[in-house]
């Protein structure tokens, strides 16, 4: 069994799992995935070869998409539900709300329908999206 530390004596770090009470009063202990979830934050990386996509979770929300294949390149939008947005710092290498050659491409197939990011790059690149919804 674990020894017993005062909260004030335990060391920083970055934790694993988190504890906390439920709604209902209950102890729990979520992973930082699951309360990132809860909270509307998703951040993943994705391994995406030349010519291949990937679902985003959400319709719509702020997104930082980082190339990392391509000296960290980071761009950063807010997306519409409908296929619209704003972008707010560009890059070189990735294309909002447009199928562009040669570029990952954030766009979405019509109203209402989750985003998608894909690699019109001729090789595989290594992308971290991070939404917020």
């Not at 674990?2 to 992973?31: C, F, K, V």
């Not at 294309?95 to 954030?106: G, H, P």
Request: hydrophobic letters at 45%.
């Amino acid at each position: 069994m674990a020894e017993d530390i005062r909260e004030n004596a335990m060391s920083g770090g970055t934790p694993a799992r988190l504890r906390g009470l439920a709604a209902n009063g209950n102890s729990i202990s979520p992973t930082l995935e699951e309360v990132m979830n809860a909270m509307g934050v998703f951040r993943e990386r994705f391994d995406i070869l030349a010519g291949g996509q990937a679902e985003l979770p959400f319709d719509s929300g702020l997104i930082i998409v980082q190339d990392l294949s391509q000296n960290h390149d980071k761009a950063v939008a807010i997306l519409f539900a409908n296929g619209s947005g704003k972008i707010i710092v560009s890059a070189n290498t990735i294309s909002f709300f447009s199928d562009v050659e040669d570029k990952i491409c954030v766009i979405n197939t019509g109203d209402n329908t989750k985003y998608i990011i894909k690699n019109r790059k001729a090789i595989g690149r290594a992308v971290v999206v991070t939404f917020i919804k």
